[in-house]
């Protein structure tokens, strides 16, 4: 630290309380901050704010929006009859990226878990429910966990009495790895989901 | 990218400017500052903009500091005989943290270095010259490199006739790593510089 550089201390504590930055990081990205000119920390600053006051949530799927309804769900060109459920904001990001699905999303926010006492009435799961009209499939997009199985068996039994199709994520080796570095429950889970060969 | 959302949009494009910072560290980085509270964002935001305006050059040394003359200028338990020469404030820091030097530092703010138009007149030499009274060793810590070389020797020429003892860091193996995994310049400067077993 550069000792009694209380500001300098301040910047490295706050930049060091973020995930995956440790002191020595936030030390460095400190200076670097120094070394720019005075505007691009005021910049900075200013997205900041504007990022936590702008962004609300969309009031349909409870993404992460600047306007009241996202421009997923406001979009004329995303399908009405498929919704993708998954846990969090970020979830929706990641699968946008892949271009491959074209409907519409729910963003649960959390998953069902007793031991930390959230509860399905923590979730937005009466909110998923109220919109399922004109859906014809809801697909389960939750990280492979305890939970989320826990969730997604939760939702299917509240879904498919509605006769909507319900499905999920497939679970199996990643692309680009191999079968020696795939730990057993994930092989398992390969071999259980395993598809004919056409 | 959550399309659309240029508050999100816009933090994600700040945070990935900063270095060893990439798209999806900063779009985890932005989720990560959406879910915790708005006070969170607006301290950061605060801590930013004090970053940049209170901190300035001591007016001794050239190293960060949020008063006039920096906490180790001003220390009374520092060595004032002891001079080490660094390149950047960041510099210092490391140096502090060895726990190895209590003498007083000064910093150049760069090396010479012809082909990116830096000459001695942009460095803080001139700045350096001035305060040698009473200084009996210059200890030049800068980086092994060939810019730094160049600037050492500079250094020495200015230094030397002034009948002040000049010295620099030791290059050599790094601990921890082996000679197998040296690359042959380190090597070869190890061998250079290796010392008596007493």
Not at 87 to 103: A, Q, R
Request: hydrophobic share 35%.
């Amino acid at each position: 630290m550069n000792k009694g550089v209380e500001s300098i201390e301040r910047m490295v504590d706050t930049l060091s309380s973020l995930p995956t930055i440790g002191k020595k990081s936030a030390r460095r990205l400190t200076y670097f901050i120094l070394n720019k000119d005075k505007e691009f920390a005021t910049k900075f600053a200013e997205t900041l704010v504007s990022l936590v006051n702008n962004v609300n949530l969309c009031q349909k799927c409870f993404n992460f929006t600047d306007d009241d309804i996202c421009k997923i769900c406001s979009s004329e060109k995303r399908k009405k009859n498929k919704l993708c459920v998954v846990e969090g904001p970020s979830d929706v990001s990641y699968i946008e990226d892949t271009n491959e699905f074209s409907g519409l999303y729910h963003v649960l926010h959390g998953v069902i878990n007793p031991m930390n006492g959230i509860n399905p009435d923590d979730l937005k799961i009466r909110e998923l429910i109220s919109r399922l009209g004109g859906v014809d499939e809801v697909i389960i997009a939750l990280n492979p966990n305890v939970e989320s199985d826990i969730t997604a068996q939760y939702l299917a039994n509240m879904i498919k009495p509605l006769g909507i199709k319900i499905t999920k994520l497939a679970s199996g080796i990643p692309l680009g790895t191999s079968i020696e570095y795939s730990d057993s429950a994930t092989l398992s889970r390969a071999l259980e989901g395993r598809v004919v060969i056409e």
